[in-house]
């Protein structure tokens, strides 16, 4: 039985999410400030956390790629790589914006993106070095 977190699982598209994984008999744990869900969407067997997710980033855009050879230089090893015609849908940047964590939290990115990642995996002589 597999667990899954669905970040705003209490607004419409997240509560049908966590319905439909509730009823294939895996775990739902659910995450959402209730800013516009609504308690009542929240299913019947699924574990509430109410809080808030917040991005602490350094508000610079990053291709695609760029975050692949980041993860790679992190990783110490290559991904296969697979390009393909641009689809509908596809984004070409990933653009975090620091304000929240800044306005809540008093946080400010003080990390590059690799050494943000190596960090986050737990990878502390990575990091240091990066």
Same mark, same amino acid.
């Given at each position: 039985?597999?667990? /899954?977190?669905?970040?705003?699982? @209490?607004?419409?598209?997240?509560? /049908?999410? @966590?319905?439909?994984?509730?009823? $294939?008999?895996?775990? =739902? $744990?659910?995450?959402?400030?209730?800013? +516009? #869900? *609504?308690?009542?969407?929240?299913?019947?067997?699924?574990?509430?956390?109410? #809080?808030?997710? =917040?991005?602490?980033?350094?508000?610079?855009?990053?291709?695609?790629?760029?975050?692949?050879?980041?993860?790679?230089?992190?990783?110490?090893? +290559?991904?296969?790589?697979?390009?393909?015609?641009?689809?509908?849908?596809?984004?070409?940047?990933?653009?975090? @914006?620091?304000? *929240?964590? +800044? !306005?809540?939290?008093?946080? *400010?990115? +003080?990390? $590059?993106?690799?050494? #943000?990642? !190596?960090?986050?995996?737990?990878?502390?002589? =990575?990091?240091? @070095?990066?």
């Amino acid at each position: 039985m597999a667990l /899954h977190l669905i970040i705003g699982g @209490a607004g419409f598209i997240g509560s /049908h999410l @966590a319905d439909a994984l509730i009823a $294939r008999g895996d775990r =739902v $744990r659910v995450l959402d400030d209730l800013s +516009t #869900g *609504k308690r009542g969407n929240l299913p019947r067997g699924a574990e509430f956390i109410e #809080g808030d997710v =917040v991005n602490v980033c350094t508000g610079r855009a990053a291709s695609l790629l760029e975050l692949l050879v980041a993860l790679e230089r992190v990783c110490g090893r +290559t991904a296969d790589r697979r390009f393909g015609p641009e689809r509908p849908g596809d984004f070409r940047l990933s653009l975090g @914006a620091p304000s *929240k964590a +800044t !306005a809540l939290l008093g946080l *400010k990115a +003080t990390r $590059r993106l690799d050494q #943000g990642l !190596a960090a986050t995996l737990g990878l502390d002589e =990575v990091a240091r @070095a990066a």
